[in-house]
C-alpha cells in the first residue's frame, strides 16, 4: 500500500476511501489512529493542576492544534500505578480539534506533560451544530 511521509508522520490510505490511518515516525509509543482527515474529533486529557492545565490550553491554541480547550473543576482520579492504588486530584482537559491535527496535538501534549503516561484518548465526533463544526475546522487549518 502507498504511504506519504508529511512532517514526520506517515500517511496511510485505507481502504475506505475517505480515511486515512496516520502513525507517527517519531513517537512510535502514540497508536495509529482510524480517522477522516477533516472530521472532528475530541480529545480527553488531565493535568496535575489548574496553572499546567492553563499552559496546555494556551500552548495548543495559540498553535492552532486545537481550536478550543475546556478545563473542568479538580476531581478525584483513581487508578492502579505500579501495583499500588493511586488517588490523585487532577484537572480534566477536553479538546477540539480535527482528525488531520490530532497526532501533531497529541505529540505536543505529551511534552508539556509531566506524567510519564499521561491520558489521551481520541474520540469521534459523530454530529453537532454543523456553524460549530465548521468554525472548529477553520481554527486549526495549517
Known amino acids: 500500500m502507498p504511504y506519504v511521509r508529511a512532517r514526520g508522520r506517515i500517511i496511510h490510505p485505507h481502504p475506505l476511501s475517505r480515511y486515512i490511518v496516520v502513525s507517527s515516525v517519531s513517537s512510535?509509543?502514540?497508536a495509529p489512529s482510524l480517522y477522516a482527515a477533516h472530521d472532528v474529533v475530541v480529545i480527553l486529557s488531565n493535568a496535575p493542576d489548574m496553572?499546567?492545565?492553563k499552559r496546555i490550553a494556551?500552548?495548543?491554541v495559540e498553535e492552532h492544534l486545537a481550536a478550543c480547550v475546556n478545563l473542568g473543576a479538580?476531581?478525584?482520579s483513581m487508578y492502579m500505578?505500579?501495583?499500588e492504588l493511586e488517588g490523585t486530584e487532577e484537572i480534566p482537559i477536553t479538546i477540539k480539534t480535527t482528525g488531520f491535527r490530532a497526532q501533531a496535538?497529541?505529540?505536543r501534549l505529551m511534552?508539556?506533560?509531566p506524567y510519564e503516561v499521561p491520558e489521551v484518548l481520541v474520540l469521534p465526533v459523530l454530529g453537532g451544530s454543523i456553524s460549530y463544526l465548521e468554525w472548529v475546522r477553520a481554527q486549526v487549518r495549517v
Request: hydrophobic share 55%.
Open 28 to 30: 512510535p509509543e502514540l
Open 51 to 53: 496553572l499546567l492545565a
Open 58 to 60: 494556551h500552548v495548543l
Open 74 to 76: 479538580q476531581g478525584l
Open 81 to 83: 500505578w505500579q501495583d
Open 105 to 107: 496535538l497529541i505529540e
Open 111 to 113: 511534552a508539556l506533560h
